[in-house]
């Protein structure tokens, strides 16, 4: 079997900003790759029966804020409940991120990076100056990056991971696909590790 783990997530995540560290770093220690698949959930959402946050019902919408602090807690990182900048776009850090992916470049410090403007410094991750001020922070050059995230096959590549995801069983983020098998938010990666550990095969559905 493949030693690749597909990464599915958007940096709008909370959830995913909560995992990222600790993923890539049992990802590491376990000698598997990591695959990272931005994905947008405005378009995995309506094909799979899930619902942007302001629909839900208020009793989910308070048990996620004491799930945040439970996590945020657990994990010994800093978190924003409510950020200024939320909801928000994510695309353009989406595609940035895929961009670098692609072209082989600092996409887990960038990821990173985004996810700690959004959830602890409050910032606008739909603001192109952002993004500038973190590519530049990475020794990137911010125009060339952030022109290769807008042209057509990035866009058209950020689309199929759309597709990819939903016949792939991926219906929110963060999602790690191990061998096909979806392990969905980061509260799950104890049992992906115990599966990495182990290498049994992929559960499937009965």
């Known amino acids: 079997m493949q030693r690749v783990i597909d990464y599915y997530y958007t940096h709008a995540s909370p959830w ?3 995992g990222h560290a600790a ?28 619902l942007p946050l302001a629909r839900r019902h208020p009793v989910r919408q308070a048990y996620r804020l004491i799930e945040l602090q439970r996590w945020r807690a657990h994990r010994k990182v800093q978190l924003t409940l409510q950020p200024a900048y939320f909801p928000v776009n994510p ?41 500038v001020a973190i590519l530049t922070g990475l020794g990137l050059d911010p125009a060339a990056v952030i022109a290769h995230a807008g042209e057509k096959a990035i866009v058209d590549r950020y689309e199929e991971h759309q597709s990819e995801a939903i016949a792939g069983g991926v219906f929110g983020s963060p999602s790690y696909v191990l061998n096909g098998e979806v392990f969905w938010g980061q509260d799950r990666l104890a049992l992906l590790e115990e599966a990495l550990v182990s290498g049994r095969p992929p559960y499937e559905q009965p």
């Open 23 to 50: 993923f890539l770093e049992m990802a590491d220690k376990q000698g598997y790759a990591v695959r990272f698949r931005p994905v947008s959930l405005a378009a995995v959402f309506p094909e799979t029966g899930g």
């Open 91 to 131: 695309d353009l850090a989406d595609r940035i991120a895929l961009a670098l992916a692609i072209d082989g470049g600092p996409v887990a410090a960038y990821t990173q990076a985004v996810f700690e403007a959004l959830w602890v410094n409050e910032k606008d991750i739909a603001d192109e100056a952002v993004h």
């Open 16 to 18: 995913a900003y909560l």
